[in-house]
């Protein structure tokens, strides 16, 4: 029997596997007509960047619709065979998520069985080695190995304890 002990991996949704900035920048469009460039979104979080965010990401459909990540179905699918993955997603917030989320998952990443799926409130008391996540506010209280996918809201964030990555394709290379 083999004593090797895969590690726990935290994986988040939304701006990791889902590409929700595209998913916002199209929404934020059909909405008002605006249509905002990559330099505009830089620094701000969602909220502030889309004029409206809070009716988009509550209107019906939203998080169902998103679209995957590229090769982020490769990528996740590498790192379920070696390691332990978790898919942990605020979802609480907005409890209309929960079930299209559940939906969006078993649809584009169906080697993801429930087992795996954590849909919280808030993230910090999830156990796990390593996590990936776009959000400083997620990954600042993690206690393990920290990998920062660069999004907008975060790109000009500079902290040595995180380790960013811009494609599913270089989270492979490293882990
Ligand atoms: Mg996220």
Same mark, same amino acid.
């Given at each position: 029997m083999s004593s090797t002990i895969m590690k726990q991996i935290l994986v988040d949704m939304d701006g990791v596997l889902a590409d929700i900035y595209a998913?916002? %920048?199209?929404?934020?469009?059909r909405e008002s007509g605006i249509?905002?460039?990559?330099?505009?979104?830089?620094?701000?979080?969602?909220?502030?960047?889309?004029?409206?965010f809070e009716k988009v990401v509550r209107s019906k459909g939203f998080f169902?619709?998103?679209?995957?990540?590229?090769?982020?179905?490769?990528?996740?699918?590498?790192?379920?065979?070696?390691?332990?993955?978790? %898919?942990?997603?605020?979802?609480?917030e907005f409890p209309d998520s929960l079930t299209e989320k559940l939906a969006w998952l078993n649809?584009?990443?169906p080697f993801i069985s429930w087992k795996q799926m954590i849909f919280c409130g808030s993230k910090d008391s999830i156990c796990g080695d390593i996590m990936i996540d776009d959000h400083i506010k997620n990954l600042g209280s993690f206690p393990g190995r920290k990998i920062l996918y660069t999004q907008p809201q975060n790109a000009l964030i500079q902290d040595p304890?995180?380790?960013r990555v811009n494609t599913w394709q270089e989270i492979v290379g490293m882990l």
């Open positions: 998913h916002l %920048i199209a929404y934020e469009y249509l905002l460039n990559q330099q505009e979104l830089n620094g701000k979080l969602e909220g502030e960047a889309f004029p409206s169902r619709t998103a679209p995957v990540m590229e090769y982020s179905v490769e990528g996740l699918n590498y790192l379920n065979n070696k390691y332990k993955v978790l %898919i942990v997603s605020s979802a609480t649809e584009h990443f304890s995180l380790e």
